[in-house]
């Protein structure tokens, strides 16, 4: 029986994929952040057991060597949060947390594991966003986190090549995970955060982004859909570097892909409602000959 760690998976997509390897036949190791959520994975399926795991808390991650079996055949890094709000007014102590958690912890948790990924020439599995490829207005700090953690895991993938360790990212569009869900609170939480000023400033933009996230409800995708992609990650015979996950994800990237990045950028504004003056007279207008702008 194939065992594999799942970090994050007491709610959303961690326990979707939980719950569908468990399905599969693998003895699956469910990282919760607390006891009631460990009991009502374990209530569902024998073959997942819980394990006591703050991915931000030293203690936690390096007391998984004591939790974990002799062999491990799957890491899913799925742990994450997100920062919501403009990058002039995210605090350094939100910055911090968000890249504590999207990507310190990440690697901390796959440092530990990796001795036992070593000798089973195991796979490893990040699940990142489209935000990890492309910037989104008011999710500055989220997406950020991303790219770092996409470069993490492209490192990892180079350098775990001696030991065949497979490594792959999953990028998922809007999901309907229970923090997709309350987004609407999420951006309220940032707005009274503010000052006034800032307030003031950035009313188009959070007005745009609760607009932006009420039009996208309808397009997310469950979380089980992702867990698909990470099953396939995992039984690929010779796995992807990046796997999308949804076709929301998957028109997000084609459109980055083809436009200008000018373009790209006055369409991302008039979609979220932020729209300059240059972008209402046209993104097309002709640059200056050897202005530079991509």
């Known amino acids: 029986m194939r065992t594999a760690l799942i970090t994050g998976a007491g709610r959303g997509i961690g326990e979707a994929v939980t719950r569908r390897l468990a399905r599969a036949g693998w003895a699956v190791l469910a990282g919760v952040r607390d006891e009631a959520s460990g009991e009502r994975l374990r209530a569902k399926d024998e073959r997942i057991v819980p394990v006591q795991l703050d991915i931000t808390d030293e203690a936690d991650v390096a007391g998984l060597a004591r939790q974990l079996p002799d062999r491990l055949d799957a890491l899913v890094n799925n742990a994450g949060i997100g920062v919501l709000g403009p990058l002039e007014a ?22 530990a594991v990796l001795p036992l990924l070593r000798t089973a020439r195991g796979r490893i599995v990040f699940i990142s966003s489209t935000g990890g490829r492309t910037a989104i207005p008011m999710e500055g700090a989220y997406c950020a986190s991303k790219f770092a953690l996409e470069g993490v895991a492209d490192a990892f993938r180079l350098e775990l090549r001696p030991w065949r360790i497979r490594v792959s990212i999953v990028e998922p569009g809007p999901t309907s ?118």
């Open 90 to 111: 995210v605090s350094p102590d939100h910055l911090r947390r968000q890249f504590d958690v999207n990507v310190v912890g990440q690697v901390a948790v796959t440092q």
């Open 177 to 294: 995970t229970e923090s997709w869900r309350d987004v609407q609170k999420m951006i309220d939480g940032f707005d009274d955060q503010m000052t006034p000023s800032q307030r003031d400033l950035y009313s188009r933009h959070t007005a745009g982004l609760r607009s932006v996230a009420a039009r996208l409800q309808s397009q997310a995708i469950p979380p089980d859909a992702v867990a698909r992609v990470v099953e396939r990650a995992l039984n690929a015979r010779n796995p992807r570097a990046r796997y999308l996950a949804g076709v929301p994800a998957h028109v997000m990237i084609a459109m980055t892909k083809v436009l200008p990045t000018r373009v790209g950028d006055a369409v991302g504004a008039r979609i979220s409602g932020i729209s300059s003056a240059d972008d209402r007279a046209g993104a097309g207008t002709r640059r200056p000959a050897g202005s530079g702008e991509p």
